[in-house]
């Protein structure tokens, strides 16, 4: 099983990027997908979760409005679009698989298979 991350970086407060999540090695198609993110010091934090299909996709208060989360299960892939982005983003951001739906936002003790991260860093 691998899921890898990529397309972290440092952007400037307001902007914009694309986190994305690359897997192999499960079903990925029968899998619900989940971003979360950890600030040094701070406990990881749910950010958001899409079922298998794409059809349900839940977000943390902290991101609603501002972050779209996305998968294309041709190409066995997650995607995480954050808009708007602010100082308090600044986190390492995590992919995570798990068997079945999201149920809401899941605890990240439900979830199977996780990426190494990539470093999101907001700062002017």
């Known amino acids: 099983v691998q899921l890898v991350e990529s397309g972290g970086g440092l952007v400037q407060p307001g902007g914009s990027l694309r986190v994305s999540c690359a897997a192999s090695g499960f079903a990925f198609g029968d899998s619900a997908m989940g971003w979360f993110r950890q600030a040094p010091g701070k406990e990881r934090e749910g950010v958001s979760c899409i079922s298998s299909s794409g059809k349900y996709k839940y977000y943390g208060d902290s991101v609603k409005g501002r972050f779209t989360i996305a998968r294309d299960n041709a190409k066995n892939t997650v995607y995480l679009q954050m808009n708007t982005l602010k100082p308090e983003d600044t986190a390492m951001y995590f992919c995570?698989?798990?068997?079945?739906?999201?149920?809401?936002?899941?605890?990240?003790?439900?979830?199977?298979?996780w990426g190494q991260g990539t470093q999101v860093t907001v700062s002017s």
């Open positions: 995570a698989a798990r068997k079945g739906g999201c149920n809401g936002l899941p605890s990240s003790r439900q979830f199977d298979y």
